[in-house]
Each structure stands twice: as C-alpha cells, then as structure tokens.
C-alpha cells in the first residue's frame, strides 16, 4: 500500500525534508487499497474524492499502555516508504505584508503527552521540534501566531490544580528536592512561590514545564497569559521551546482532555487560556500521544465534532499534525509493530477518520523531522487558499 504523500518544502526547510519515511498526508487519510486514490489536488493540498475504506487492524492482543502493545517494543524503522521524490519542490508561498492567508493568523496548540511510557520515545522528539519552532516562525514570519502547550496532567475535575510530577510533592516538602525520585534540576521551589496556585488543572496552557527532561523553569510569558503572542514576546523562539519542552514524568495523562478542554469555553481551562482561540485564525494542533485510552470525552469522532464546532463547523480552519501510536493501522501503513485493537477506538481513529486536514505520523518512526515538515507545507497551503480578495 502506498500512502500519498505531501510535496517537500523548500530547501529553506533543511535538508530534513528528503527522508519522508512512514508519511501519509491526506485530507480524509490513506487509501487501504493497493493502488492510490482517485484525488484532486487544490494548491497542494491532496483531496480524496472517493469514500475512505476502514483498514484492517489487529484487534488481539494489547490495550494501550500494556508490556503487550507499543510500551514493549523499541522503535523500529520504517518498511516502507510513501515514494516521495526529492527532487519535486515547492516554494513557501509568498504571503508578502498585504492579504496574509488565514487572516495573518494562526494558533498553535501543541498537545504533548508526557506520561512516563513517553520516555523512549521523547529524546526522538526533542531532538526535531525546536527546529520545527525555527520553521514555523520563519515560514510564518509576517503572521500572528498564538502559541500554547498541554500536557494532560492534572485533575479531572478541573477543581484541583495539578502541576509537574505528584512523586514530587512530598520529597520537596521534606527535602527541598525531588533526587532521586525525580530529575536532579526539578524545582521544588515553584511549589511555595505562588505562581502555580491558578491555573494548574489539566487544560490549562503550560508555562512552567516540569519533569525529566523538561525545562524546568518559568519560561517568562509575558502578561500573564498562558499561552505566548508572537506580536508581544521578547525572545520567541526560545520561549516557544522552553514551553514545549515537557518531557516526562509518571502519572498518567489524558492528552485529549485537555485538547478540548484548552478550548472549549464551557470548560473551566478555558478560562485560564483566555484570548488564545481567535474566530478568524487557522487552528493547527501538534497531537503527539501515546494514549490509547477510553475518554470521558466520548468517542474519536465527537472529538472532531467537538473542535469543527469552535470553528464554527468550517471544517478548513483546523489542521493537526499527528505523531501517535500506529500499531493499528493496516501493516502495510504502520510504522509500529501489530498491537491491540483499543488504539483504533481513540487517538489513531480520531485523526485517521474525522480530520480532514492532517498530517499521519508514527510513534515509532525513526525521524519525526519528515512529519513536522509535512505539516508546515500543509499548513502554507491552507493559508495559501485563504488569501483574502
């Protein structure tokens, strides 16, 4: 089987574009017949014009978070690849100061799981994303960018605040550290400085990541805000990757609760988050998840609904680039070994089936750099088909 793939950007998005391995971007997903698609192509963005057919998936054995699923396997490398040519480029689209696309504005939300099953996969992460921030910031220089990260952490409730690692609060209560139960550098002191007592539940934006091998700082947001405003930030980039940089810690996460309660206003993060959502810009999420689980958020496609219903159903002002666990996709498709069935029934059916514009990325895959890439391109040009007249 072989997955359409996105074209490369422009050599100004280095040299990491020429291993597109384990890709698929798809406006309604990859085809599970053997030959491609019928498709038509609106400025470079890849349409599939017939119904999407249901892949097959092994549905035996594992649930997420098992030694039987994905948690058991190190990653492997791609079998296949999406018969991408290195030589076709394509140009980053010349915005110009005038009739920016997307109204010159874009809000990234930035999902970032951060249980501790993500520790093999985080240094894979890490060693890619800050250069996708480089991208993104250069790709999008005139534009108005919001920026935020969720983790998943925190109380169901939304009642209690929740921050850093719960395996911390008593060795930093006694001990004034959290060595060896927790990193060397974990600053215990943010617990008595009164900058974490609001806004701590899960959903709402992180400011101050906390954990193995996060930044374990306040990343200096300015205004008060959670989330960063490239029109206000003094040294954005490294803001941006300070936030983003949430490694890992223990409890588990519920990445898609607070993908939507980040979001949504009826949810008390929302207000935390104020002013990130803005009616008139792109929304593009960064989902990298290993979850699996059954969601008190109700199935995958009322997700979707959930996120197109903010976008007041336009369904061509949401993009998510998506780095999750495959291991139930058709094995011609997956990156990651044969793994349980549950998969299918959340996360990887969420953005597999009810996301019309997306990039499908693998846990496994050996370089994320290809997938963030994609995602760029995906995102100019959506905002390449929405310059204003």
Not at 208 to 233: K, L, M, W
Request: proline fraction near 7%; include cysteine.
């Amino acid at each position: 089987m072989m997955c359409r793939p996105g074209t490369p950007r422009s050599a100004t998005l280095r040299t990491r574009k020429s291993r597109f391995l384990g890709l698929c971007i798809a406006i309604a997903g990859c085809s599970a017949e053997a030959t491609d698609p019928t498709t038509t192509t609106t400025t470079g963005v890849h349409t599939t014009t017939d119904d999407l057919p249901e892949p097959t998936w092994n549905s035996a054995t594992g649930t997420p978070g098992s030694d039987s699923s994905t948690d058991s396997n190190e990653p492997t490398e791609p079998t296949t690849t999406t018969g991408h040519n290195p030589s076709s480029t394509t140009s980053i689209p010349d915005f110009g100061d005038q009739n920016l696309g997307c109204n010159g504005k874009i809000d990234f939300l930035f999902v970032i799981d951060r249980e501790h099953n993500m520790h093999k996969f985080w240094p894979k992460f890490w060693a890619v994303f800050p250069s996708f921030i480089e991208d993104v910031l250069e790709t999008f220089a005139n534009f108005d960018l919001h920026f935020m990260v969720v983790d998943g952490y925190g109380s169901m409730t939304a009642d209690v605040s929740g921050w850093g690692m719960n395996e911390c609060i008593e060795p930093c209560a006694d001990n004034g550290t959290c060595y060896p139960t927790g990193p060397e550098d974990y600053p215990c002191e943010a617990y008595d400085d009164g900058i974490l007592e609001s806004c701590g539940m899960k959903g709402a934006g992180i400011v101050f990541p906390a954990g193995f091998e996060a930044a374990n700082r306040d990343c200096g947001v300015v205004g008060g805000r959670r989330y960063v405003d490239s029109r206000e930030q003094p040294d954005l980039e490294e803001t941006v990757k300070c936030i983003s940089q949430q490694g890992y810690g223990y409890a588990t996460s519920r990445p898609e609760v607070s993908m939507l309660w980040s979001v949504s206003p009826d949810e008390k993060p929302a207000e935390c988050n104020q002013g990130f959502l803005r009616d008139d810009a792109l929304l593009v999420i960064v989902y990298y998840t290993y979850s699996g689980h059954e969601s008190v958020e109700g199935p995958p496609g009322l997700w979707a609904e959930k996120l197109y219903a903010l976008k007041g159903g336009d369904e061509d002002q949401l993009a998510i680039i998506g780095i999750i666990d495959d291991s139930s996709y058709d094995h011609d498709i997956a990156v990651c070994p044969p793994g349980g069935g549950t998969y299918f029934e959340t996360s990887a059916a969420f953005l597999h089936f009810y996301i019309k514009h997306k990039v499908e990325g693998s846990l496994c895959a050996t370089d994320y750099g290809p997938y963030l890439d994609a995602g760029i391109e995906l995102v100019a040009d959506l905002c390449d088909a929405k310059i204003p007249t």
